[in-house]
């Protein structure tokens, strides 16, 4: 059984500030790493993938991928109220489907 | 990007009957999936819709209670049969355009309550 834990929260933080989203997967052979934004009563968009270990930037966002600690992550900085949402770690392995964790409720408070 | 509809937005609907639900995509797309997110859950695959030949399931999930086709490359349906209270989620349409699993985009959703 592939597994993706997640941190259900609400992670709280104030504007300006770094959130860090964190995810464990149980499948050491994943090979790809997302991370979804689902806004509440909307449907999930993709903000970033990552392949590689190491950390992968795009604007405000870093993924942080660790292969050898099955741990992936993601950096969020100058946290804005917009970026309130729920965010989902998504992992591919074998058969090219996505499991998903639970998502953890991000909390940007003004 | 792609751009995903589906119908109904929403239904509610009672138990015993079905519910066929849309999904339109503007451009070809290479693979579709239907997806089950229940209030409160992260999103679950019930199967990778196959143009043109019979659905792959996931565990737990069979084609009696959720018959899927896909008869192009643009469209599929998910039927919900002989609903029951459980059945009540949000249930998502995701295609992939590209080759790479990181073009995935989903649609609306379609909310679904069964009384």
């Known amino acids: 059984q592939k597994e993706v834990e997640q941190n259900s929260g609400p992670l709280s933080v104030p504007e300006g500030a770094i959130a860090s989203l964190n995810c464990t997967y149980s499948?050491?052979?994943?090979?790809?790493f997302f991370w979804y934004r689902q806004y509440s009563g909307k449907s999930p968009e993709l903000i970033m993938f990552?392949?590689?270990?190491g950390d992968k930037e795009d604007g405000r966002f870093t993924a942080q991928l660790n292969k050898a600690s099955q741990y992936v992550s993601l950096l969020i900085r100058d946290s804005q109220p917009s970026d309130s949402a729920t965010y989902l770690c998504?992992?591919?392995?074998?058969?090219?489907?996505?499991?998903f964790g639970k998502g953890t409720m991000l909390l940007v408070s003004p | 990007s792609a751009v995903i509809s589906q119908k109904p937005s929403r239904d509610i609907c009672q138990r015993g009957t079905s519910l066929t639900i849309q999904c339109q995509v503007d451009?070809?797309?290479?693979?579709m999936f239907w997806y089950r997110q229940q209030p409160g859950q992260s999103l679950t695959l019930i199967a990778t819709?196959?143009?043109?030949?019979?659905?792959?399931?996931e565990s737990g999930f069979v084609i009696d209670k959720f018959p899927i086709s896909r008869p192009n490359l643009t469209f599929s349906t998910l039927t919900v049969s002989n609903m029951s209270p459980e059945d009540s989620s949000i249930y998502l349409c995701?295609?992939?355009?590209?080759?790479?699993?990181?073009?995935?985009?989903f649609g609306p959703g379609t909310r679904l309550t069964v009384t």
């Open positions: 998504a992992v591919v392995s074998g058969y090219s489907t996505l499991t």
């Open positions: 995701s295609v992939v355009s590209g080759n790479d699993l990181y073009e995935q985009y």
């Open positions: 499948d050491r052979g994943s090979q790809s």
């Open positions: 819709a196959n143009q043109g030949s019979e659905a792959t399931y």
């Open positions: 451009s070809q797309v290479t693979m």
């Open positions: 990552i392949y590689s270990n």
